[in-house]
């Protein structure tokens, strides 16, 4: 069984910083891609920002510049770098992951449990 535990959400002002965090454990050979997704309540899940296991990214338009994802392979951890915040960004944020488990079975989706971001005055 493998797990994803986000981190480091809470109440900011706009313009403010954040930076979340995502720890996999779990029976893991490897992790392929790992990304960032969002739901804002009434809409649907949408992605923030991807990475691949060499560290390639592609960020969604709307928060190209001001968001910033990265992960460090030997932790297992992927990371949100959160800046110029919005309160558009309000949102439930979840961790995905490719994982490939130890005895080599793909796993597409893999989820977190959320981590609450609000931006607000």
């Known amino acids: 069984q493998v797990q994803l535990v986000e981190s480091g959400g809470g109440l900011v002002q706009p313009g403010g910083s954040l930076r979340l965090s995502c720890v996999a454990s779990g029976s893991i050979l490897r992790i392929n891609a790992m990304g960032w997704y969002r739901q804002a309540p009434g809409k649907q899940r949408e992605l923030v920002a991807v990475i691949n296991s060499r560290g390639i990214t592609n960020y969604a338009d709307s928060v190209k510049g001001r968001l910033t994802i990265s992960r460090d392979n030997a932790k297992k951890t992927l990371y949100l770098q959160m800046n110029s915040l919005k309160p558009e960004d309000t949102a439930v944020y979840y961790c995905?992951?490719?994982?490939?488990?130890?005895?080599?079975?793909?796993?597409?989706?893999?989820w977190g449990q959320g981590t609450l971001v609000t931006v607000s005055s």
């Open positions: 995905n992951a490719e994982v490939i488990t130890l005895s080599e079975v793909v796993n597409l989706g893999v």
